[in-house]
C-alpha cells in the first residue's frame, strides 16, 4: 500500500506541478505490445529490464535513482533519467514482481507526457525467453500529442527492433565471455 501511494503521490504531484491550460485541450493516446525473444534464460533476461538492469544494453541510459537508494531494484522506487534530447522522466516502479518476472512502471516527462510500461518475461525452455513489453502513451501538452500521434504501429515495431538488437548483442557478448 505505501508504494503504491508514493507512486501515485509522485505522478499526481509531477502533473499538478505543471501550469494548468484553459481546459480546450484535448490529449492524445496510444497503447502499443512488443514482444521479443531470446536464446537466453530468464534469470538472465528479466534482469535487464530494471533501472540498473538497463545500464548493460541500452546506450546513454543512466537513471538517478531518487529512493530508495539502497537498492538496486524496488517497487516504489522513484528515479530520473534524461532521453537523448535532454528531456527529464520521472520514473516510478509500480510494480515488481521477481518471482513471476514482471516489472512496472509508471512515467512523466512534464508538459510532455504519462507513459506505462509493463514488461512481462515467460521462459520457453531452460534457455529461451519471450518478454512482452506494454506501453501505454497520454500526451500533456501539443507536442506530447505530437510525440503520441507518431508513435504508429510501425514505429514502435522499429524501437523493439532496436531493443532486440541491443538486448542480443549483450546478450551473445555475455554469452561469448563465459566460454
Not at 4 to 12: D, E, F, N, S, Y
Not at 26 to 41: E, I, K, N, P, Y
Not at 158 to 166: D, F, P, R
Request: aromatic share 8%.
Amino acid at each position: 500500500m505505501t508504494t503504491q501511494l508514493l507512486a501515485g503521490l509522485v505522478l499526481l504531484g509531477t502533473v499538478l506541478a505543471r501550469p494548468q491550460g484553459n481546459g480546450d485541450f484535448q490529449a492524445s493516446a496510444v497503447t502499443r505490445t512488443g514482444h521479443l525473444q531470446f536464446d537466453a534464460a530468464i534469470a538472465t533476461v528479466f534482469p535487464l529490464f530494471t533501472p540498473q538492469g538497463e545500464r548493460q544494453w541500452a546506450k546513454g541510459w543512466d537513471p538517478e535513482v531518487l529512493y530508495p537508494r539502497d537498492r538496486d531494484v524496488a517497487e516504489g522506487m522513484v528515479f530520473r533519467t534524461r532521453d537523448h534530447g535532454g528531456i527529464v522522466h520521472t520514473w516510478t516502479i509500480t510494480r515488481y514482481d521477481e518471482a513471476n518476472h514482471l516489472v512496472a512502471y509508471n512515467i512523466v516527462a512534464p508538459d510532455l507526457l504519462v507513459r506505462r510500461i509493463e514488461v512481462r518475461c515467460l521462459a520457453e525452455g531452460a534457455n529461451r525467453t519471450e518478454v512482452m513489453v506494454t506501453d501505454s502513451y497520454v500526451g500533456l501538452s501539443a507536442k506530447g500529442n505530437e510525440f503520441v500521434d507518431q508513435l504508429t504501429e510501425a514505429n514502435y515495431a522499429a524501437k523493439m527492433a532496436q531493443w532486440k538488437e541491443s538486448i542480443g548483442g549483450h546478450l551473445a557478448a555475455v554469452a561469448k565471455s563465459a566460454r
